[in-house]
């Protein structure tokens, strides 16, 4: 287990030279997820019909809207702890093995706490 936060430090100034194109990633992709949940919820709010036949359908519809939320929101906390990591110096490394996470896997998962192998 090799000892991650001394090796953070020691790399901490080094590379990520691009650190706030994907803050800026994250930030727009949080704001776009925080509609998309304010809209599923608000969705959510809106009282049954009493009918029985619209009934199943809506009761169907609900758990979807539920589940995208519940897609949405993981995928928010992930984007905080991306963010809190980046305050800390932490981003761009791997959690797992501290070893530098590839800017081609940072540029499709800019949230991602893991490099290639220790996610595989
Ligand atoms: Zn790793």
Known sequence: MPNIRAIYRQRKGQ???DLDVYREKLLSRLGEL???????ESELDVPHSKDWED???EHEGDEVL???????QDEIRRIRAALARMRDGEYG????????ISEERLDVLPDTPFCKTCAA
């Open 34 to 40: 925080d509609a998309r949940l304010h809209a599923i």
């Open 93 to 100: 490394y791997c959690a797992k093995c501290g070893e530098a």
């Open 15 to 17: 590379g990520m030279k």
């Open 66 to 72: 539920e589940s995208l939320g519940q897609a949405g």
């Open 55 to 57: 009934d199943a359908v």
